[in-house]
């Protein structure tokens, strides 16, 4: 009703102002006093009270029933006149305008009661060009002309519809210090949205929209680099782009200017650019479920995230969904993991280098940013994205991780080649092979692999091998190494996450030696060519070799003499007792040792191996590793 209503005039009075129905009527007296000109002048501000934030406004300035309806004097003489069409209007209404929050450009940010960027409400960008912080929205919708960026550190979630009106109206923008991220429940409109990649190297990616053809955005990224003998327009021109061929397990030659088909939702790319810049997608945002398919079986394919915000990958993530237990059932059970390329120093180029992760996750959470992708080795033939596997995480670059599982990463180093296996431990693994925590190997291009064998061997090299952490005692895990050059050898624990009473020991069969590698290296040689997964093992014990609380408190020192017997020094009692144990956890011998400073214990023609002592002395314990040589 007309008490909603305020007509404040410039000049002049209001003479009358009513609503007709749905109709708004103000009759407007402007004194001989005001000179009008040929230029447009505001003569009154309309105000209307806007009751629930919740919906549309409703309000049209509509030329049809308007048109021929106003009159104005411009002067004593012609009198009264009929404008012309077409009159001058806002250049938008607010039929379509979400109330609840509203950006503009006179006054900004707006909102029913207070801005609050935390609480969902309606919103709309109804002109200018607005930038977004960390904000919640119920519905989103974005006006001709209005533009919305969401900033690199931006993050926007829209639990209902983001209705993009003006074309490429919504931008996401990204660069060296983050990406900005958007979750929306659907999506109307076309979207603006940045990637950026550093130069020099290749990235594996995804389009984080849907619709752009491959030769429209080579055509609008003139960053992805031509060949130097091709011209950049040429419809044949080669660039720094190209898809994955399963059944060649390599990549297909460069795209040109005119390759056809689509950037299809889930599916990877690999990418370089010729400058540390951003690429641009435009097209529909991607939202709901995902799924990617026509992958190829039992063979490696290249997919990747489709949203405009980071997803979870394994069970570390803190989302409701994960990639790897959304898709187990349709990964091979042996390879149940994702395989991102790693861009290292000095690998730049190489094919061959990834970041291995499954939900053994001892680097753990595992997401990735929009415009990631990765290789996968399928056992069906499609995977599968949910909106469940969201979240904002715009500092995220290609990779995330951070421990949580006790693990070691076991890395051997050949000349400037290196290679790297994990073996992680949680109650709920077996000594068999653990879908989606066990990660079968990609071989690539280098010329140094290092891989584990499940202590159930199936017959698989593993480049993650997740064990149980009960029973340590009994863990002996077969290594594999195969060498193209050849040469000195150098074993080395990476990173080690396992608890204070655990020892990791390599043996080498063929030099029968023991080395305890959490405190040492262990240096030795390789055939060139050589490919060997019986000549080294990995012992993983959990029998404590240093002092427990109650223990003799380092009063002793033990040590072999060859495979006949072990020497103890330092005081005991007459009620000490020695047992050795092998690295299974078997007794080998038991003895009570005599009062005094030196105890000898007989061990005839025991093999070479790491035993672990243990002297008991009236309930106070120590404990000792012995390496026992032949």
């Known amino acids: 009703n007309a008490a909603n209503w305020i007509a404040t005039p410039v000049s002049g009075s209001v003479n009358a102002l009513s609503v007709s129905g749905t109709k708004l009527n103000i009759e407007l007296d402007v004194p001989n006093a005001l000179v009008l000109s040929t230029n447009y002048q505001t003569l009154v501000t309309i105000s209307g009270k806007i009751s629930n934030g919740s919906g549309e406004a409703g309000i049209d300035f509509s030329e049809a029933d308007m048109n021929g309806k106003q009159f104005s004097k411009i002067a004593a003489n012609p009198g009264l006149e009929l404008f012309l069409s077409p009159n001058k209007y806002e250049v938008a209404d607010f039929v379509n305008t979400w109330v609840g929050r509203v950006y503009a450009i006179k006054y900004g940010w707006t909102q029913m009661v207070g801005l609050s960027w935390a609480t969902p409400v309606n919103t709309s960008i109804w002109e200018g060009d607005a930038l977004i912080p960390v904000v919640n929205a119920s519905n989103l919708r974005i006006h001709i002309p209005a533009t919305l960026t969401i900033p690199v550190d931006g993050e926007l979630s829209v639990s209902g519809n983001t209705d993009i009106i003006p074309e ?68 044949d021109a080669f660039r720094g782009m190209m898809d994955y061929n399963p059944g060649i397990n390599d990549w297909n030659n460069y795209f040109t200017n005119s390759t056809p088909g689509n950037l299809e939702p889930g599916k990877g790319f690999s990418m370089r650019t010729i400058a540390n810049s951003a690429v641009t997608f435009t097209g529909t945002l991607n939202s709901g479920i995902q799924t990617t398919g026509g992958l190829e079986p039992a063979l490696w394919n290249c997919v990747g995230n489709p949203y405009t915000s980071a997803i979870g990958i394994n069970q570390g993530s803190n989302t409701s969904d994960n990639f790897l237990t ?107 092979l653990d879908p989606t925590y066990d990660a079968g190997l990609l071989r690539g291009g280098s010329d140094l692999v290092l891989y584990s064998k499940l202590v159930e061997d199936n017959g698989i090299p593993f480049a993650i091998q997740a064990l149980p952490d009960t029973g340590l005692g009994t863990m002996i895990i077969s290594l594999g190494v195969e060498s193209k050059t050849g040469g000195e050898i150098v074993f080395s624990i990476e990173s080690l996450s396992l608890s204070a009473n655990c020892q990791v020991i390599l043996e080498d069969k063929q030099s029968h030696t023991f080395t305890e590698l959490s405190t040492n290296k262990y240096t030795t040689t390789v055939e060139a060519n050589s490919s060997t997964s019986e000549r080294f093992s990995l012992h993983v014990s959990n029998l404590n070799t240093k002092l427990d609380q109650g223990s003799l408190l380092d009063k002793l020192s033990a040590y072999a003499v060859r495979n006949t017997e072990i020497r103890i020094n330092g005081s005991v009692s007459n009620r000490a007792v020695a047992t050795l144990y092998d690295i299974q956890g078997k007794v080998v011998v038991v003895k009570t040792l005599e009062e005094g400073s030196l105890n000898a214990i007989r061990t005839p023609n025991i093999k070479s191996a790491i035993y672990l002592l243990s002297v008991n002395d009236g309930g106070k314990i120590q404990r000792f590793k012995i390496p026992v040589n032949e």
Do not use: C
């Open 168 to 235: 490429n109206g919504l931008i996401i923008e990204s660069d060296a210090n983050g990406t900005g991220s958007l979750i929306t429940g659907s999506s109307s409109g076309s979207a603006s949205v940045h990637r950026y990649m550093t130069t020099d190297a290749w990235h594996i990616v995804a389009s984080p929209v849907s619709g752009q053809s491959i030769s429209s955005f080579l055509g609008s990224n003139a960053n992805v680099p031509t060949d130097k003998y091709d011209d950049v327009n040429a419809a």
């Open 326 to 432: 959304v898709n187990e059932d349709n990964l091979d059970p042996s390879f149940g993991a994702v395989y991102v390329w790693h861009n290292s120093d000095d690998n730049n180029g190489v094919w061959g280098q990834y970041t291995i992760i499954s939900n053994a996750v001892t680097d753990a959470p595992f997401d990735v940013q929009q415009g990631q992708a990765f290789m996968v080795k399928m056992k069906t033939s499609s995977v599968s994205f949910s909106p469940e596997m969201q979240l904002h995480n715009p500092g995220l670059e290609l990779k995330s991780t951070k421990g949580m599982w006790s693990s070691l990463n076991l890395l051997a180093s050949v000349n400037n080649q290196k290679s790297s296996t994990t073996i992680a431990f949680n109650s709920a693994m077996t000594k068999g």
